[in-house]
């Protein structure tokens, strides 16, 4: 009798957790959201299953391409469902633009997980700030004082230098005759860049000019190595962190300590330079102003010493890896269409001669290199999905979309959709040439007709900052490497498989090939 009371006592408890844990289940991942009254026109919605929805489809290898691959067989919109976390993913142009036009305030923010007290991808961040006071304050400092036409060309000397550097580095390759890897180039070439840029422009000093430079360069490599596995988690983290589960929370504090310490150091040393901040308006001189005033700012978002170097490390991770694959992918492209090549370099012998390096300045001048680099970027765009969320409930190409929906812009598939480009996988740069000269509205057709369907900077008000150094950066990294070297292909044809399983479009076969020198004695470098 007693035995069977145990048994059936353990039967029972057994029964009672069971029961909890499934509560906690439906709880946690699979009850609809609250807010879902009314809302009974959702986008059409692909198979999912029990309790994860569609999380099987987000862990796809290529993701942008199974994601192109079902929006071609479900619809142009869909409704998606990972666990209890709603998401509308778009990929075509209507919708897109209309998003981007009449829901471009409701889109304007960023839910990513963040983590708290973290200057990557912490609270202070500004690209995972959301939209309000705070971001409009530093996003108008950033394109009048950083990234703006003026500033850019404020800051022109600085990438003169490093690009002289990135062409006599491999003159020493060529001389050698040693093999490189494009990418590590153009990281080594865009990373300098960002550093000696921004340090020059926050701080108004170059990075040479600090002990500590090799410590910033090493601390953003790592950045970049620990920003992968984050965005692979980062689907995963609040299910996760409802069950007290923190990813990767050791190596975001030891990260963030040691970038901590040495952008302190940078910006005491700083402090003790230009005791008169309040008198300048130099972007650091902004910021410190605005933290030393704290709540009284203009703006209703104290900004904490946290903010700036944030916003130092933000910069730095928006624009290195995106400027980086952009640079390989379009020498891979220029490498396996030798036609391209020859047009490439008529145009850039033409327009820069043979006795002097391509800079920033001739770029206005060579529309065919513009194109080549915007027509790798249609094929490849580094960044595949733009991600939003919408703030409100709103209607979007006649369907409901709940308040706190992310938004998953699929720009792979817009940039190869068959019914707006004419041969979409083929690389034909000629496509942005005018194809004759053309009257003023059928230029302002043309440009109309880009801003729909050619997003790989993403759209909106929160659409990318950086396009412009970026078109920069790549026209002279390229305009060097085709101007000056004659190159020689590891297996004479570049593999253009994509890396899997990152949010990048990277390539699977890093693009290694050697230079040879195309004139007999070097050219006389800038400075
Ligand atoms: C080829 C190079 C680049 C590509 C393809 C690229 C692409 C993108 C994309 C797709 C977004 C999201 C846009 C959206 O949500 O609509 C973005 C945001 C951003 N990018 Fe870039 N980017 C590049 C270079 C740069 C550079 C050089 C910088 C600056 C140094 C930069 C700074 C930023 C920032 C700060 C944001 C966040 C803007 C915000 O939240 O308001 N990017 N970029």
Known sequence: MAATFILDFKNCFIFIILCLFSFLFYYLFFKAPNNSEGCDHLPPSPPSLPIIGHLHLLFSLLLHKSLQKLSSKYGPILYLRVFNVPIVLVSSVSIAYEIFRAQDMNVSTRTFPTNEGSLFFGSSNFTTAPYGDYWKFINKLITTKLLGPQALERSRGVRADEVNRFYLDLVDKAVKKESV????????????????????????????????????????????????????????????????????????????????????????????????????????????????????ARHNNKITRNHIKSLFVDLFVAGTETSTLNIQWTMAEIFNNPKVLERLREE???????????QETDLANMPYLQAVVKEALRLHPPGPLVIRT????????????LEKTTLLVNSYAVMRDPYL??????????????????????????????????????????????????????????????????????????????????????????????????????????V
């Open 181 to 296: 890897e494009i990418a590590e180039e153009a990281m080594k070439l865009i990373s300098n860049n960002m550093c000696k840029m921004k340090l020059y422009m926050l701080m108004g000093k170059s990075l040479s000019e600090y002990d500590e430079s090799e410590r910033v360069r090493g601390l953003l490599t790592e950045t970049d190595v620990l920003l992968k596995k984050f965005f692979l988690a980062a689907i995963l983290r609040k299910p996760l962190a409802m069950l007290g589960i923190s990813l990767f929370k050791k190596d975001f504090e030891s990260i963030t300590r040691r970038y901590d310490e040495v952008l302190e150091k940078i910006i005491v040393e700083y402090e003790e330079r230009h005791k008169d901040y309040n008198q300048s308006s130099e972007m650091l001189d902004v910021l410190l102003l605005e933290a030393c005033q704290g709540k009284k």
């Open 348 to 358: 850039i012998d033409l327009i820069v001669g043979k006795t002097r390096l391509v």
């Open 390 to 401: 919408f703030s409100d409930r709103c209607k979007v190409g006649g369907f409901d979309v």
């Open 421 to 526: 480009w004419e041969d979409p996988e083929e690389f034909k740069p000629e496509r942005f040439l005018p194809a004759s000269p053309r009257s003023g509205g059928q230029e302002d057709e043309m440009i109309k007709d880009e801003v729909l369907k050619y997003i790989p900077f993403g759209s909106g008000r929160r659409g990318c900052p950086g396009s412009n150094l970026a078109y920069l950066s790549a026209g002279t990294a390229i305009g060097v490497m085709v101007q000056c070297f004659d190159w020689k292909i590891e297996g004479g044809k570049v593999n253009m498989e994509e890396v899997r399983g990152t949010m990048t479009v990277a390539m699977a076969h890093p693009l290694k090939c050697t230079p040879l020198l195309r004139y007999p004695n070097p050219l006389p470098s800038l």
